[in-house]
Nanobody, 116 residues
Framework: QVQLVESGGGLVQPGGSLRLSCAAS???????LGWYRQAPGKQRELVAG???????NYADSVKGRFTISRDNAKNTVYLQMNSLKTEDTAVYYC???????????WGQGTQVTVSS
């Protein structure tokens, strides 16, 4: 069982930056990690993912603006968000999937609001 706790959300103006962190209660070395988001009235969508080898993938809407990274020593995954837009407003969720078993874990979410 892995518990995930997100932090770093908040209110930012368009064009600004935020860095989200997701701290896991145990080792994340064998996990595929991801950040998802859900805006009001919309389905939850994948924003970015990173596997145990460090390979990453991004939603087209955030390519070139967001960067996902992981620090296995700190059991933490990050999402650096730059050039934020109003349409990035959502609750952001951390996700961890153990590749061998497909056991899946979610954080509680952190609100990101981009507004002037």
């Amino acid at each position: 069982q892995v518990q995930l706790v997100e932090s770093g959300g908040g209110l930012v103006q368009p064009g600004g930056s935020l860095r989200l962190s997701c701290a896991a209660s145990g080792s994340i070395f064998l996990y595929v990690l991801g950040w998802y988001r859900q805006a009001p009235g919309k389905q939850r969508e994948l924003v970015a993912g990173i596997n145990s080898g460090g390979s990453t993938n991004y939603a087209d809407s955030v390519k070139g603006r967001f960067t996902i990274s992981r620090d296995n020593a700190k059991n933490t995954v990050y999402l650096q968000m730059n050039s934020l837009k109003t349409e990035d407003t959502a609750v952001y969720y951390c996700n961890a999937v153990r590749a061998a078993t497909m056991n899946t874990y979610w954080g509680q979410g952190t609100q990101v609001t981009v507004s002037s």
